[in-house]
């Protein structure tokens, strides 16, 4: 059965910084591109950042490139987001997902496997 677990929301000032890590069990985890996604109260999910199966490539949507940094250690099955300079904005439950391709995907259904999400709250 696969499982991924995300952890390390919570409640952050402004401008101040979270590691959020997903671990993974159940799957060869080295096989699938990583996701995080988000969900901010009362709107739709969306992409946050993307790394792919080797680690070689990674994406970020616009308004998280430079703040947040997307990583992986596939000897612990386990994938990270360190988010920095954290905004009220950033508020949301965020998800990782896996995808079994080579490449990076940015939209949700492209995804097989969901955590079920972490919540982080910046407060201004």
């Known amino acids: 059965q696969v499982q991924l677990v995300e952890s390390g929301g919570g409640l952050v000032q402004a401008g101040g910084s979270l590691r959020l890590s997903c671990a993974a069990s159940?799957?060869?985890?080295?096989?699938?591109?990583v996701g995080w996604f988000r969900q901010p109260p009362g709107k739709e999910r969306e992409f946050v950042a993307a790394?792919?199966?080797?680690?070689?490539?990674?994406a970020y949507a616009a308004s998280m490139k430079g703040r947040f940094t997307i990583s992986r250690d596939d000897a612990k099955s386990t994938a990270y987001l360190q988010m920095n300079s954290l905004k009220p904005e950033d508020t949301a439950v965020y998800y990782c997902?896996?995808?079994?391709?080579?490449?990076?995907?940015?939209?949700?259904?492209?995804?097989?496997?969901w955590g079920q999400g972490t919540r982080v709250t910046v407060s201004s």
């Open positions: 159940g799957l060869t985890f080295n096989w699938y591109a």
């Open positions: 790394i792919r199966r080797s680690g070689g490539s990674t």
């Open positions: 997902a896996v995808d079994h391709t080579t490449g990076i995907e940015y939209t949700p259904l492209e995804y097989d496997y």
